[in-house]
């Protein structure tokens, strides 16, 4: 089940193109297209995990996206959007392939240039840099740095925040 809309969801579902199996992990972060949409990613690494199951309980031949918000088009009575997709053996390969190329550059700590935005970034980057600096950094240290910068993010959100609470991790901090 989906909670989006369906229009807003296309590019989403859309296939990778038939030589994306071919393409690197470069060129798949370089080009959207070559990887193919989120939700189809997502449905054909879900066929992936039923096919290679040691018991093979099931068998799914094909998925279905069912999307939770209605459709509303003038005139016409809302009705609910269905996507089926039924994965290729060359959209097994293409989705098996980036799978595993992500899996190796993560074992290399190859983590890409991130978004340089977000706070999850801000805090493993900065305690990356650190410890590329200075191999030796005991455990401790990372962790005081872990918790600096957790503290410093956590007093920005309440500065900028108009209730002066925060809720951060499912936790909810007041003043």
Known sequence: YKTGN????RSRLAPAPPAAAEATLA?????????????????????????????????????HFEFLQPVRKPGKA????RHRL???PT??????????????AIRRHEFGPGCGQCLWY???SGLYQSAMHNPFETIDR?????ETLL?????????????????????????
Do not use: C, M, N
């Not at 809302?78 to 959007?81: A, G, I, L, R, T």
């Not at 990372?142 to 872990?146: C, V």
């Open 142 to 146: 990372r962790l005081s740095t872990l």
């Open 86 to 88: 039924a994965p290729t």
């Open 122 to 124: 801000v805090i493993i």
């Open 27 to 63: 060129e798949w972060l370089a080009d959207p297209k070559l990887r193919g949409g989120d939700y189809w990613r997502q449905g054909v690494l879900y066929r992936l995990l039923l096919a290679h199951d040691p018991e093979r309980r099931y068998e799914a031949t094909s998925l």
């Open 78 to 81: 809302p009705h609910y959007e």
């Open 151 to 175: 503290t410093e993010v956590v007093q920005h959100l309440r500065d900028s925040s108009p209730a002066k609470e925060v809720e951060f991790g499912g936790i909810e901090l007041g003043q």
């Open 91 to 104: 959209e097994e390969a293409t989705v098996l392939a980036q799978a595993t190329a992500v899996d190796a």
């Open 6 to 9: 369906f229009e807003s969801a």
